[in-house]
Nanobody
Framework: QVQLVESGGGLVQAGGSLRLSCAASGRTFSVSTMNWFRQAPGKEREFVALISWNGGVTTYADSVKGRFTISRDNAKNTVYLQMNSLKPEDTAVYYC?????????WGQGTQVTVSS
């Protein structure tokens, strides 16, 4: 059974940086696509970033492109989201997501709050 645990969220001022981590259990991490999503109160959950199983492909939402970087360390079963130049509109709960085949697993989320 896969378990994902996000960490690294917090309160930062606009223009600041945070690094989120997602630690995965199980044996499928290294063959899985990993994603970050986020959801603000009252809004739909939206895609933020994707990284392929070997890190060869990364994809970003237009809203974060150039500011956020997704990476992974398969030896540590961990995916990261480095967030720079944060804006108040980045405020949301950030969720780690693991996909392989038709399986879709979510973490519990970590709160990111960006003040102006």
């Amino acid at each position: 059974q896969v378990q994902l645990v996000e960490s690294g969220g917090g309160l930062v001022q606009a223009g600041g940086s945070l690094r989120l981590s997602c630690a995965a259990s199980g044996r499928t991490f290294s063959v899985s696509t990993m994603n970050w999503f986020r959801q603000a109160p009252g809004k739909e959950r939206e895609f933020v970033a994707l990284i392929s199983w070997n890190g060869g492909v990364t994809t970003y939402a237009d809203s974060v492109k150039g500011r956020f970087t997704i990476s992974r360390d398969n030896a540590k079963n961990t995916v990261y989201l480095q967030m720079n130049s944060l804006k108040p509109e980045d405020t949301a709960v950030y969720y780690c997501n693991q996909k392989w085949g038709t399986t879709n697993v979510w973490g519990q989320g970590t709160q990111v709050t960006v003040s102006s």
